[in-house]
Structures are given as structure tokens and as C-alpha cells.
């Protein structure tokens, strides 16, 4: 039983390297091509995808993975404010800022205590899983409104759900874990969290939400309250646009297909109304009340959203 069981392992493994092999000499063919750009993007993305199928029962790494996995989501543009976060004082923030206009504000995350060091290490891959791999989330659909909820343990998402997400999977059909911080444990880590305290008002009650999420995910434009969105680990790229002036955009499709396929058919007249900026680790985003934005994850990204 022992051998049949082996062999038939053994001929499982060959045939998944056969046909891994098979998909990389298919690209090697296609770079003598230039007009296959999208067929070629589209192969890459499977043979990534073959890949993960593979790995996906291994043990998660120690680490959050900062692999982006697809080579056309970064970007150097960044037309939102970017500002120290030590300079920045409360009455430049409340004078300019404030329930007006996004501004990035950074702080140094190679020191020897930065902001939020405690917290930042709660948040490391394996003490997070060592400490509440058991314990239960809530998972939250990737369309505009996320009203659909998915139940399951902190050690099962990151072992089957953390992982780059194609262009083809559908907003609705995407799962990922932010927010509902409903339970004892995740109030603990949010416990841990250093509020921009001086970027807030005394009669100012915020709530937190801890997010954690795979490279290629991400939500689509939509709108809320005012919030700080802080980068712990990975990076997040970010759109926005101001409150009269929505996106255009398909609210149950993925921020990756967007990105692909009907960012590059925008109108000089609506590039003009979006900002695009990459938020890297110690990054911490305002975003004023009601600005339409939409996210993209760079990497298996970590973050927290103070809400006002």
C-alpha cells in the first residue's frame, strides 16, 4: 500500500513538472512574439498560479512575502502629498488637510523603536500564527460593498486564501480579512496599536480595523467616512478621486483587472481626476470623508484603518 501510494505520488509530482515545463517554454516562444503581450501576461499568470496550486499545502513562510508575483502593478508615480510624519503638526494638518485633500505621512521604519514597534511585532507572520492561528476571522467579499462574510481560523486564510490573486476571479468571489474586529483576541492586537493621536479631536471616537491580504487583491472604488490607512508590511497601491468625481469602474470586478483593462481606456480628462500613489511600510494615508478610492495590494501586505 506503502509503494502504491508513493509511486502514485511520484507520478503526480513528474506530471506536474512536465506540465510546469511546458508553460515556461510556451513563454520563452511567446517573448520572439511582440504583439503577445496580453497572451503572454495571461500564461505567466497561470504557470504562477500552477505553482501556488502546488505549494498551497506547504507550511506558510515565516515571513509576510513581499513578491508582488506580477510585474505590472508598481508604480514611481505618486501625485498625492507625501510628508514627514514628525514635521507634519496638528494645526498644518487641521489648516490643510483636514476633510479636504489625501496626504501621505511617514515615518521611519528602519530605527531602532519606530512608531508602533510593539504592535508591528504582534503582527509578524509567525507570532501572529502562533498565537492565533486557531482563533476565528471574518472574512469579507472584494466588491465595492463586501456585504458578503465567509467564516474560517487565521491559519486557514493564510494558508489558502493568502496567495496572488488573478485578474479573472470576480470582486464578489475574492476573499480577505479586514475589519470586523469582533473578536476577544483581535482586540488585544488592535490594543497594541498607536493611534495618530495628534492628528485627531478630543470628541473623536475611531475605531480600528486590521487588515491582512494577498498580492493582486484589493477592493474596488467606494466611499466612506474619514480614516488614516496605515501600512504595517508590504505595500498598497492606492487611487483615489474627490467626492463629485467618481471612477469609472465595474464595482463587482477586481482592482487587478481594472488596473489592466479599463485604466488604460481612461480619457485625459479622467486621469486628470485621479491621484495614484504606492504606500510603502510606515506609510500612513488620509483620506477625507467621502473620497471615491480603490486599493491594490503589492505583496502580501499588512494594515490597519483608523476610522472616524
Known sequence: MTDLASSSSSKAT???????LVAVA???LLDASPHASTVKRTARDAVHGLLLS?????VATATWNADPAYDDIES???????LAYDAMTADAFFRFYEEQRPVILHYPVDVTAPRNFEFQQAVQKQRLLEHHGRDEIILSSGNRNS???RHTTLADYVGNYLRPQPEE???NASWYHFGDPHHQYWREVNGLYELPKKFLHPHQSPALSFGVAGSGTGVPFHTHGAVF???VYGRKRWWLSAPQREPRYDPDANTLHWLRHVRPTYTSAESANLLDCVCDRGDVLYIPSHWHHA???IGEAVFMSVFL
Open 14 to 20: 513528474r506530471h506536474f513538472f512536465a506540465v510546469a
Open 26 to 28: 510556451a513563454l520563452l
Open 54 to 58: 502546488r505549494s498551497s499545502s506547504s
Open 76 to 82: 514611481d508615480e505618486c501625485t498625492i502629498d507625501r
Open 147 to 149: 456585504y458578503a462574510k
Open 169 to 171: 476571479v470576480r470582486g
Open 229 to 231: 490607512a496605515e501600512v
Open 295 to 297: 486599493t491594490l495590494n
